[in-house]
């Protein structure tokens, strides 16, 4: 008599509307007081009443994040996996995994790494998202890795948009060719329908920066990847 083989069943995705990863610089440029200050700031960010409603009034009223620190080719971590979020307790109970996190990025900048490590956490994940972010911040410019376009030609590809946020910190820094930092990031970072750059400086600051553009992003119910605008085409806000 022949066996039956059942086939094991598919494990269930979770469905969110949108897919984020906050890909945040953790290259020697950035000392451990700065780095703490980032992690608070996403942490109170998510949590803010704001992001919380926008989260809400969403098709499905919950998201999933994931905070990834870099610096050079072979330094890219995920310090907080992915995790859903549906109100303000998830966002405290995220925050507070993110700021007690051991520090774990080394090396200088590695953008195309970056880029490309956040999008497989997104192609090999569970989570099942209409839109697809990688929000990257930093405050320099790619150096070393895979060559930048190509990482983010095959990103956008993938139905992924990545945004930018420049980190105007205390040591001033360019773009590979001299140009202001934030113009290499338009150019030459960000992608993807709806792409845009913000840049967080002294009088604005970062943590109130952030959180504009978290709000943004959330609310945005526009397809994300789909190369039909690359950075070039995208807004530049400051």
Do not use: C
């Amino acid at each position: 008599m022949a066996s039956l083989v059942l086939a094991p069943m598919a494990a269930a995705r979770t469905a969110v509307d949108l897919e984020l990863v906050f890909a945040s610089d953790g290259s020697g440029s950035i000392d451990d007081e700065e780095l703490r200050f980032q992690r608070q700031g996403y942490a109170a960010a998510l949590a803010d009443q704001r992001v919380q409603e926008v989260i809400a009034a969403g098709p499905l009223g919950r998201i999933a994040v994931a905070f990834v620190e870099w610096g050079a080719p072979q330094s890219q971590h995920t310090i907080v996996d992915w995790t859903v979020i549906a109100n303000r307790d998830d966002a405290l109970a995220w925050g507070a995994r993110l700021v007690a996190a051991s520090r774990a990025a080394y090396g200088y900048n590695s953008i195309s790494e970056a880029i490309a490590y956040s999008a497989d956490l997104i192609r090999t994940n569970d989570i099942d998202g209409a839109r697809k972010v990688i929000d990257l911040s930093g405050d320099g410019p790619q150096i070393g890795g895979r060559p930048l376009a190509l990482i983010r030609s095959m990103t956008v590809a993938d139905g992924i948009t990545i945004n930018g946020l420049v980190v105007a910190n205390r040591n001033v820094r360019t773009g590979p060719s001299g140009e202001p930092l934030d113009e290499h990031y338009e150019m030459d970072v960000i992608g993807g329908l709806g792409a845009f750059v913000v840049v967080a400086t002294e009088e604005r600051g970062f943590t109130q920066t952030l959180l504009a553009k978290m709000v943004r992003e959330i609310a945005d119910a526009r397809p994300t990847g789909a190369a039909t605008r690359l950075a070039q085409d995208s807004p530049h806000e400051r």
